[in-house]
T-cell receptor, first 116, second 114 residues
């Protein structure tokens, strides 16, 4: 079974430029998460989807960040415009059901973003 | 506001000995706790978990202990192996609407030496 796929793996951009990250969850997983991991810190949840619906986006900086999960499968996270402080690893995870903590979250390898 | 804290950024242990990783939390509403393991350039992978109704959970070489009164949990790895060298994250979740919203600690880098 394929794991969570993320692309690109690495991205370097100038500040004020837009950037987008793509995630393909494990087949059949209804719940999808986007996390941001700053250097030396643990992952921090940005947004959680149940199928197409964003059920928790309280941590998403909505002035510059947006996300979508059309058709309840793949998801895209966008930053526009990027700032220096957005440099981090962006992790996507998926789980099979509705976000109960014992439903294991499977993480992708992440996209390392560097904003210059 | 860091609700889950791992105060030891690194731990070095000899192969075959016990590794003890500690985690403290401040939110009394947390009722499910997890440990994740992360290798470089990979995403975290689930290791072991414990519900707040238990004080111990064991899976092979890994045991997690929970002390609710002290808001403290620990992960024991016995015996430690070179493949255990990784970053270990403690995570916690509340129940209800916050199911699935994991709060992570900053991680502890474990190095197992021969």
């Amino acid at each position: 079974e394929a794991g969570v796929v993320q692309s690109p793996r690495y991205k370097i951009i100038e500040k004020k430029q837009p950037v987008a990250f793509w995630c393909n969850p494990i087949s059949g997983h209804n719940t999808l998460y986007w996390y941001r991991q700053n250097l030396g810190q643990g992952p921090e949840l940005l947004i959680r989807y149940e199928n197409e619906e964003a059920v928790d986006d309280s941590q998403l900086p909505k002035d510059r960040f947006s996300a979508e999960r059309l058709k309840g499968v793949d998801s895209t996270l966008k930053i526009q415009p990027a700032e220096l402080g957005d440099s981090a690893v962006y992790l996507c995870a998926s789980s099979s059901t509705s976000g109960r903590p014992w439903d294991e979250q499977f993480f992708g390898p992440g996209t390392r973003l560097t904003v210059l | 506001d860091q609700q889950v804290k791992q105060n030891s950024p690194s731990l070095s242990v000899q192969e075959g000995r016990i590794s003890i990783l500690n985690c403290d939390y401040t939110n009394s509403m947390f009722d499910y706790f997890l440990w994740y393991k992360k290798y470089p350039a990979e995403g975290p992978t689930f290791l072991i978990s414990i519900s707040s109704i238990k004080d111990k959970n064991e899976d092979g070489r890994f045991t997690v202990f929970l002390n609710k009164s002290a808001k403290h949990l620990s992960l024991h790895i016995v015996p430690s192996q070179p493949g255990d060298s990784a970053v270990y994250f403690c995570a916690a979740s509340e129940s209800g609407d916050s199911w699935g919203k994991l709060q992570f600690g900053a991680g502890t880098q474990v190095v197992v030496t021969p």
